[in-house]
């Protein structure tokens, strides 16, 4: 719930949330406070002094102060148990609500999107999020839970046959139990609100929000998940929220016999270390890792539209896991798609998070930003544009805390992955532009199919072509990724396609296109027959 810190001048009230565990708000063990990001901006030493001295004292006065947003309690072991054992408690009488009542979470949560989306707003720009990205991040979850979307998962969670005028035969998916969900730190609370979807299929869920960044992601299950799931008469323990340390947390998870699917949104290399646990441990893990996706630009492109695409590369300064990473492009177009791009990358802007039109957020730990630079120059790339760092106003600086957008050209195909930069994802803004040897369409069309394909990550892919065989050609030999697009933006989201997962490095051994209220429940079949006669049905007439 809202608290209103006595004595605070504030317009509006200090944000404060205890626990969330069976159905009631439980005090934690200390707070943990969010400071606005406007304020590391633009007095970074009072904003961290802040938290500090309300860490040690939540009663100091510095909780007065305008940069303060909100706090939220800190879970102990004892906490996360109790969590786990109030889904554990809920899952079995959620599991039995009827399909149809269930699918109407997903409706009731839309709706509560669109009626807090400005508060919503508010809290995701506090926490460093662009506006202009942030509402962009809604309208994925706009989608997720749109009709279309939620008619096509309520398809596949139950389908009925008649068979020989005396079977009704099912086909449906029924929730795999207590499900954990970990969100990432760079999208907490967008990402937090795919939880809605386990719940949607029968689940119990314990979300832990982030202990760097908890307040969106308590305010979203708290303020708008939770009423609705009261209103639909869930029983308490159904959702249940911690802010916790994630090792902490995570061993708890996985050692637990309470617990059947861990839903992890993170790097690859902690991924698959946890794939590993996760199987020893007789759990189903759930894996939205790194990506690094590939935007492949051929001859006879739109190449006004495709720079646009292109240009999201940069968007949150590349720390978003599915703007893409790099461009392959024929040669003979080369040149005049890099010129297009040098000429619009001026609009991609730093500023406060709350100013329309800013795309960049702040990088304050820029080491390997520049060591990927040195490594590719030195093994030949070139630089196009940027390459260094900038304030907020855009003025090139040796202390600034933005990035610049910065393209280098990497002439050559096959040995392109050599290069750190092409090979993984980086989380910069940092675009390397491939361009491979000319050689006959036949041929780069193949090594372009092929390129894609050998990517050790696989979120999502896209093409711009006019060519009608090459798109036809790309549609039938992709096979990486959960998601391709041709001649369309790199990120926006659309009804019924996947707004996330995929192959690899990025989704895991059992990866794909990731469907999660598909993914946290299973397939079984069922048969309701009248006057058969068992010995005839195995044997016939």
Same mark, same amino acid.
């Given at each position: 719930?809202?608290?209103?810190?006595?004595?605070?001048?504030?317009?509006?009230?200090?944000?404060?949330?205890?626990?969330?565990?069976?159905?009631?708000?439980?005090p934690?063990?200390? %707070?943990?406070?969010?400071?606005?990001?406007?304020?590391?901006? #633009?007095?970074v030493?009072?904003?961290?002094?802040?938290?500090?001295?309300?860490?040690?004292?939540?009663?100091?006065?510095?909780?007065?102060?305008?940069?303060?947003?909100?706090?939220?309690?800190?879970?102990?072991?004892?906490?996360?148990?109790?969590?786990?054992?109030?889904?554990?408690?809920?899952?079995r009488? %959620?599991?039995?609500?009827?399909?149809?009542?269930? *699918?109407?979470?997903?409706?009731?949560?839309?709706?509560?999107?669109?009626?807090?989306? #400005?508060?919503?707003?508010?809290?995701?720009?506090?926490?460093?999020?662009?506006?202009?990205?942030?509402?962009?991040?809604?309208?994925?979850?706009?989608?997720?839970y749109?009709?279309?979307?939620?008619?096509?998962?309520?398809?596949?969670? !139950?389908?009925?046959?008649?068979?020989?005028?005396?079977?009704?035969?099912?086909?449906?998916?029924q929730?795999?139990?207590?499900?954990?969900?970990?969100?990432?730190?760079?999208?907490?609370?967008?990402?937090?609100?795919?939880?809605?979807?386990?719940?949607?299929?029968?689940?119990?869920?314990?979300?832990?929000?982030?202990?760097?960044?908890?307040?969106?992601?308590?305010?979203?299950?708290?303020?708008?998940?939770?009423?609705?799931?009261?209103?639909?008469?869930?029983?308490?323990?159904?959702?249940?929220?911690?802010?916790?340390?994630?090792?902490?947390?995570?061993?708890? %998870?996985?050692?637990?016999?309470?617990?059947?699917?861990?839903?992890?949104?993170?790097?690859?290399?902690?991924?698959?270390?946890?794939?590993?646990?996760?199987?020893?441990?007789?759990?189903?893990?759930?894996?939205?890792?790194?990506?690094?996706?590939?935007?492949?630009?051929?001859?006879?492109?739109?190449?006004?539209?495709?720079?646009?695409?292109?240009?999201?590369?940069?968007?949150?300064?590349?720390?978003?896991?599915?703007?893409?990473?790099?461009?392959?492009?024929?040669?003979?177009?080369?040149?005049?798609?890099?010129?297009?791009?040098?000429?619009?990358?001026?609009?991609?802007?730093?500023?406060?998070? !709350? #100013?329309?039109?800013?795309?960049?957020?702040?990088?304050?730990?820029?080491?390997?930003?520049?060591?990927?630079?040195?490594?590719?120059?030195?093994?030949?790339?070139?630089?196009?544009?940027g390459?260094?760092?900038?304030?907020?106003?855009?003025?090139?600086?040796?202390?600034?805390?933005?990035?610049?957008?910065t393209?280098?050209?990497?002439?050559?195909?096959?040995?392109?992955?050599?290069?750190? *930069?092409?090979?993984?994802?980086?989380?910069?803004p940092?675009?390397?532009?491939?361009?491979?040897?000319?050689?006959?369409?036949?041929?780069?069309?193949?090594?372009?199919?092929?390129?894609v394909?050998?990517?050790?990550?696989?979120?999502?892919?896209?093409?711009?072509?006019?060519?009608?065989?090459?798109?036809?050609?790309?549609?039938?030999?992709?096979?990486?990724?959960?998601?391709?697009?041709?001649?369309?933006?790199?990120?926006?989201?659309?009804?019924?396609?996947?707004s996330?997962?995929?192959?690899?490095?990025?989704?895991?051994?059992?990866g794909?296109?990731?469907?999660?209220?598909?993914?946290?429940?299973?397939?079984?079949?069922?048969?309701?027959?009248?006057?058969?006669?068992?010995?005839?049905?195995?044997?016939?007439?």
């Amino acid at each position: 719930m809202i608290m209103l810190v006595e004595g605070n001048p504030r317009e509006k009230p200090l944000r404060s949330y205890d626990l969330f565990i069976g159905g009631k708000d439980v005090p934690g063990d200390g %707070w943990v406070y969010t400071t606005s990001a406007s304020s590391l901006l #633009e007095d970074v030493f009072t904003s961290i002094s802040l938290k500090r001295a309300l860490e040690k004292d939540p009663d100091d006065e510095a909780s007065q102060h305008r940069y303060v947003v909100g706090r939220c309690g800190v879970a102990t072991n004892e906490h996360i148990d109790e969590a786990l054992q109030a889904a554990a408690d809920a899952v079995r009488e %959620w599991a039995a609500v009827p399909l149809t009542r269930r *699918m109407r979470l997903g409706e009731l949560f839309r709706q509560q999107l669109i009626t807090h989306q #400005e508060e919503f707003l508010e809290l995701l720009v506090a926490e460093s999020h662009p506006v202009t990205l942030a509402r962009w991040e809604l309208s994925c979850l706009h989608q997720v839970y749109g009709p279309e979307s939620l008619d096509w998962y309520a398809q596949r969670m !139950h389908t009925e046959f008649q068979h020989g005028g005396n079977r009704r035969l099912i086909v449906r998916r029924q929730p795999d139990g207590v499900v954990c969900f970990n969100p990432p730190q760079n999208a907490a609370g967008p990402s937090a609100a795919l939880a809605v979807l386990p719940l949607m299929a029968g689940n119990a869920v314990v979300v832990r929000a982030p202990r760097s960044i908890p307040l969106s992601t308590m305010y979203l299950c708290r303020e708008l998940v939770a009423p609705v799931l009261e209103e639909l008469g869930a029983p308490p323990g159904v959702l249940n929220v911690i802010c916790s340390n994630p090792k902490q947390t995570m061993d708890r %998870w996985v050692e637990s016999p309470l617990v059947n699917d861990i839903f992890f949104i993170g790097g690859s290399e902690e991924g698959f270390k946890l794939q590993e646990r996760c199987i020893a441990n007789g759990k189903k893990p759930i894996l939205e890792l790194a990506g690094n996706d590939s935007i492949v630009i051929w001859k006879d492109a739109d190449l006004d539209a495709a720079t646009e695409a292109i240009l999201e590369c940069f968007y949150g300064s590349g720390q978003i896991c599915m703007v893409p990473n790099c461009v392959v492009v024929h040669p003979e177009i080369a040149d005049q798609l890099i010129a297009k791009i040098k000429e619009q990358i001026v609009d991609v802007r730093p500023g406060y998070p !709350h #100013e329309e039109g800013v795309l960049l957020t702040p990088v304050r730990r820029a080491e390997k930003f520049f060591a990927l630079q040195r490594q590719a120059i030195d093994n030949g790339a070139t630089l196009v544009t940027g390459g260094g760092r900038m304030e907020i106003d855009g003025t090139p600086s040796e202390t600034g805390v933005f990035l610049q957008p910065t393209v280098l050209r990497v002439d050559g195909l096959n040995t392109a992955r050599e290069l750190e *930069m092409v090979k993984h994802e980086t989380f910069f803004p940092l675009l390397p532009v491939i361009v491979p040897a000319v050689a006959g369409d036949t041929e780069l069309l193949d090594a372009f199919i092929d390129y894609v394909n050998t990517n050790d990550y696989g979120l999502r892919n896209s093409l711009w072509a006019g060519s009608d065989e090459v798109i036809d050609q790309f549609v039938l030999r992709i096979v990486n990724g959960g998601l391709l697009k041709v001649n369309d933006s790199h990120i926006g989201f659309l009804p019924y396609l996947p707004s996330h997962g995929g192959t690899g490095l990025t989704g895991g051994v059992f990866g794909e296109a990731n469907y999660p209220m598909l993914k946290t429940s299973h397939v079984q079949g069922v048969s309701v027959a009248t006057g058969i006669r068992p010995r005839q049905a195995v044997f016939g007439a």
